[in-house]
């Protein structure tokens, strides 16, 4: 079997379901972005701090779930399914994080270490996969709420891991000024 079929030569590809769409479709972006970010956490790993290439493994499996809610426009028995479980897993992942770090008391530029800088950009991009899933939500393709859940959990998880990864690596972010710099 290749990779290449032909299929989306003329801008359609196929649903789980077997439908087609447009690849501008909501829901392809959706899941698209989602694609995007487990990529961006492929480049993050191997993590330098073990916990979090073991957490950043775990998640781009729980991607992979995400992706198959989102590609399916019907709920089957067969589809996997982001539960309760997984949000439950990303807190206790942000609060064992934020356990080691200081306190914040103000925005932060992002930047640091590459890790912490790849993690923050991660972050970003699962802010617009969330946001990509609430347009595809409103649109009368009702989700199940825990994928917009799960999605704003994780780039929680993944703002505190680029802090976390700064701090380990002892690099302190700028906060941003707010001010014109001189030339």
Sequence with gaps: MTV???RGDNGNTDLRGGDRVSKTHPRIEAYGTVDELNALLGRVRPAPAGDVDDTLEAVQNH??????E????????E?????????????EWIDDAEAELPKQDSFLLPGGT???????????????????AVVLDEM????????????????????????????REGSIPDQPTYELQPD
């Design 79 to 91: 589809t996997p399914e982001i539960t309760d479980e997984h949000v439950e897993l990303l807190e």
């Design 114 to 132: 590459d890790t912490g800088s790849a993690l923050h950009h991660a972050c970003t991009v699962c802010r617009r996969a969330e946001r990509r």
């Design 140 to 167: 009368s393709a009702p989700l199940d709420p825990l994928v917009v859940t799960y999605l704003n959990r994780l780039s929680d998880l993944l703002y505190t891991y680029s802090r976390l990864s700064n701090h």
């Design 4 to 6: 290449y079929t032909g």
């Design 63 to 68: 991607l992979f779930v995400l992706q198959a």
């Design 70 to 77: 989102l590609a399916d426009p019907e709920s089957h028995e």
